[in-house]
């Protein structure tokens, strides 16, 4: 099975298996669901092999990934965007809790 996560637990994997009651079954994925449920090894069993993302690194496979956090900038551009959004929600004749709602949201 390729890409045997998520989509092919319970309903998929248990027709698979229903189907080929004989089979043996390989599954591979690159992103398989870890932690304390480990679904991905309660379906096709312990790991074969493993090719971690580190491993592609040192091959040359893969680039390596750097996170930095950052907080986008963000400029209003519309200096008259206060004014052209009140304008908006009197054309639409919202109520007070309707009004209240959509301003408490994109304040």
Do not use: C
Not at 5 to 20: I, K, S
Not at 53 to 80: C, H, M, W
């Amino acid at each position: 099975v390729d890409e045997a996560h998520r989509t092919q637990y319970a309903g998929l994997a248990e027709n698979m298996r229903a189907g080929l009651p004989n089979a043996n079954f390989l599954a591979f994925t690159g992103t398989p669901l870890l932690g304390q449920e480990r679904k991905t090894n309660a379906w096709f069993g312990d790991y074969v092999s493993e090719y971690n993302f580190q491993q592609s690194v040192e091959d040359g496979a893969t680039v390596p990934l750097f996170y930095e956090k950052r907080v986008p900038e963000v400029l209003i551009q519309n200096d008259d965007l206060s004014d052209e959004f009140a304008a908006i929600l009197e054309d639409e004749n919202l109520d007070g809790e309707a009004q209240e709602k959509l301003e408490k949201r994109f304040a």
